[in-house]
């Protein structure tokens, strides 16, 4: 699991390999995450938007952003936390993600990036 605090919002992370499958006849590494937000602020924020740099050891980075997280916008007062689990699929065994979310503080009506630490996708068995 990796963690980091940013602007007294804290995230975690961990990742999990879940097999592989086939999309439009290519084999794809099968990779979930759970994310934690917790809010070690004094204040209540609420998470707007994401923005993902997915990076697959065979291919380019992919960007992905958007509003919310699963479809939700989290209020977080004080010491509250929310946590959701996604995935992604990488063409390789071997990947990263990292991004950040956008949030407000409702105190004083501020936009802010909360950093996601990187964290890697790696299929176990592939340094035996």
């Not at 007294?8 to 390999?17: D, E, L, Q, T």
């Amino acid at each position: 699991m990796v963690q980091q605090v940013t602007n007294g919002i804290k995230i975690s992370v961990a990742s999990k390999f879940e097999g592989t499958s086939y999309r439009d006849e290519q084999l794809n590494f099968v990779f979930s995450y759970q994310v934690t937000i917790e809010n070690q602020s004094n204040n209540t924020v609420q998470l707007l938007e994401r923005r993902w740099n997915i990076f697959d050891s065979l291919n380019q980075t992919e960007i992905v952003e958007g509003p919310g997280v699963i479809g939700k916008k989290p209020i977080l007062k004080s010491g509250e936390t929310h946590t959701y689990k996604s995935h992604c699929l990488l063409t390789s065994p071997i990947g990263a993600m990292s991004g950040y979310y956008r949030m407000v503080n409702f105190s004083s009506s501020n936009m802010f990036k909360v950093y996601i630490p990187t964290f890697q996708l790696m299929v176990p068995c592939i340094f035996n």
